[in-house]
């Protein structure tokens, strides 16, 4: 993990400077890292982009504690565990380190209002699809019966095309990160998610 290192420095350095108290954590990898307009799209919601590039589910349990120092927050928002398959972790492996992560959250945080974003369809990890689409089942499976702080937002279904294949818009030429338009469906995704809670 001492890769990130230098990132999560940055959070910690984020944080010092911070002049007022974030109600919203947005905590995960680069599609929560590169969200550059996250603080104007959820302005009435005071949040903070705790992303950090390249990030596993894995990363973010690890340097939960770290990378939440100071922060009490009215809720949270994940997005994680693309990475963890792209790198050859297995679907269960995915899904004990959620299961971890939620145990941290209760140990920090108490009862807090939770949220994980379902893994996306990217183009460049198509070839995968079979695997992200068992991790979203068994996670979306554990927060319905085991997690009554969590809210699962589907964004999967919102970003592919009507041939059921990724939506080239919504991706940049990496067929990884996401475009403009590509944050805008999530923008309104997790908007409508936080308002029906």
């Known amino acids: 993990m001492f890769w990130y290192e230098d990132e999560i420095k940055r959070l910690e350095k984020q944080r010092a400077e911070m002049n007022y108290q974030p109600a919203t954590l947005f905590y995960g990898s680069s599609s929560i890292r590169l969200w550059a307009g996250l603080a104007d799209d959820f302005r009435d919601f005071k949040p903070v982009n705790l992303g950090f590039g390249g990030s596993t589910l894995a990363a973010c349990t690890w340097f939960f504690d770290r990378a939440m120092t100071g922060y009490q927050p009215e809720r949270l928002i994940l997005y994680a565990g693309d990475n963890d398959l792209g790198d050859g972790r297995h679907p269960e492996e995915v899904f004990i380190f959620f299961q971890e992560f939620t145990e941290r959250v209760t140990k920090r945080f108490g009862s807090l209002p939770c949220y994980f974003i379902s893994l996306k369809p990217s183009i460049n990890r198509w070839p995968m699809v079979d695997q992200f689409t068992y991790t979203n089942e068994i996670i979306a499976a554990e927060i319905k019966n085991n997690h009554p702080d969590w809210r699962w937002i589907d964004i999967f279904s919102a ?39």
């Open 159 to 197: 970003m592919l095309n009507i041939d059921g294949h990724p939506n080239t818009e919504y991706y940049l030429n990496d067929g990884l990160h996401l475009s403009e338009k590509g944050y805008l469906i999530w923008k309104n995704t997790i908007q409508n998610a936080l308002i029906n809670r």
